[in-house]
């Protein structure tokens, strides 16, 4: 198996409020620590529009999934000492 490469940022692209819209799911991911070394993500977050203003149930980095994928993907390179 092999995974397709991709250009991989070193800093995160989450979403702003704007670009939130109902009935999408969407991934919240952080880090436990400042060094951005230990992630923990949510999956299947909804959000609730109200006067065109859209805002996760809880709010964090909110990611679609490739952009979610993109963040873990810099993690798993920064634990390596590659990033």
């Given amino acids: 198996m092999r995974f397709e490469a991709r250009e991989l940022h070193p800093y995160a692209e989450p979403l702003t409020?704007?670009?939130?819209r109902e009935g999408v799911t969407y991934f919240l991911v952080n880090?436990?620590?400042?060094?951005?070394?230990?992630?923990?993500?949510?999956?299947?977050?909804s959000?609730?529009?109200?006067?065109?203003?859209?805002?996760?149930?809880?709010?964090?980095?909110?990611?679609?999934?490739?952009?979610?994928l993109n963040v873990l993907l810099v993690c798993s390179l920064r634990r390596r000492g590659l990033a």
């Fill in 31 to 45: 880090f436990v620590d400042e060094k951005g070394l230990i992630p923990y993500s949510t999956t299947g977050h």
């Fill in 47 to 68: 959000v609730e529009c109200e006067f065109d203003m859209c805002l996760p149930a809880d709010m964090g980095f909110v990611f679609e999934y490739e952009r979610a």
């Fill in 17 to 20: 409020a704007s670009e939130l």
